[in-house]
């Protein structure tokens, strides 16, 4: 009997340390969008949009696998990449850009669910 409820404790304590450690490693994810996010805004801000293209694509891929596609972080790092693609001329990757980020701000209008008004007249 001893032998079970050491191993029971034993079972506690490393899902203690485990849960820890995953809140540590989000928190460490979310700086880390943070950081990106500040360095996308200077190398575009000095005019290097390259640089500032490839630090949007991780921002907006980390924005998404942390946050969810429908967090402002999200359409955040969807607008500010949408800026560098166009300033590098890629016009073809904006719009889609441009959209991912509306759908955050704005969820209900992009919803298969959403009831379009009737436009039969009712007498």
């Not at 009997?1 to 809140?23: A, D, Y």
């Not at 921002?59 to 967090?71: C, E, N, P, R, V």
Request: a positive charge; hydrophobic letters at 35%.
């Amino acid at each position: 009997m001893k032998t079970s409820n050491m191993q029971r404790m034993k079972w506690h304590f490393l899902s203690i340390i485990v849960g820890f450690s995953l809140f540590g490693n989000t928190q460490v994810r979310a700086q880390s969008w943070d950081e990106l996010t500040d360095q996308f805004v200077d190398s575009f801000k000095s005019g290097h949009y390259r640089d500032a293209e490839k630090l949007g694509q991780q921002a907006l891929s980390a924005a998404g696998k942390l946050y969810g596609q429908d967090h402002l972080n999200y359409a955040t790092s969807a607008y500010y990449l949408a800026r560098a693609e166009q300033q590098l001329g890629n016009t073809r990757l904006v719009e889609p850009l441009l959209l991912k980020s509306i759908r955050c701000y704005i969820p209900d209008f992009y919803s298969p669910e959403r009831v379009l008004p009737s436009t039969k007249r009712h007498h």
